[in-house]
């Protein structure tokens, strides 16, 4: 499945202090299945509430660009060592409905053992779905709204749906 995964290598014009990030962390199980790992947020959350994710979220002043926002906010989030991340490139900058900053998703492969360790104040849940079941067109379907298509994908009784989804489906080279 690693051949499915599309990105580019060079990181996207960014600036600095006004681009949020996101990490979407690949690795293999223990069978050599290829994984994508992914957060719901909890309902308690400002933004994005209950909604399925990708680790990742607004820079800190410390960070110098995207890829130290999204390994930075993924250790808080789930506790996954930027030691274990190897960045392999990113997606198209999103800009997204409800978040005010241009999100730039980094895309890694991350060594295991994995150790999550969740943070309960931003993680409801941790889904670690195959990539092929990702991958099968059929299991996504669209709701129209204005000129775009708002994808969904049923994830163990959630929906995965909105720009996550658009990342993952851009992750994977499939349809807008």
Known sequence: MWDRIHYQKQLPPFEKGRTAAVLA???E?????????????PDTMPTHA??????????DPGDEGPVDTALRETQEEVGINPEQVDVLGY????????????VVPVVARVSTPLDLVVSEREVARVYTPLLSDLADEDAWW???????KVWYFDLEGDSLWGATAMMVRRLLGMGQ
């Not at 199980?29 to 947020?41: A, P």
């Not at 997606?91 to 241009?102: G, I, K, N, S, Y």
């Not at 709701?143 to 775009?148: F, G, S």
């Open 50 to 59: 209950g909604h399925i994710s990708f680790p990742g979220g607004r820079p």
């Open 29 to 41: 199980d223990d069978s050599g299945e290829v994984r994508l790992l992914l957060t719901k947020r």
């Open 91 to 102: 997606l198209e900058p999103f800009d997204t409905v409800e978040f005010t900053l241009m």
């Open 25 to 27: 962390p690949l690795f």
């Open 142 to 148: 669209f709701i129209p709204w204005n000129e775009y």
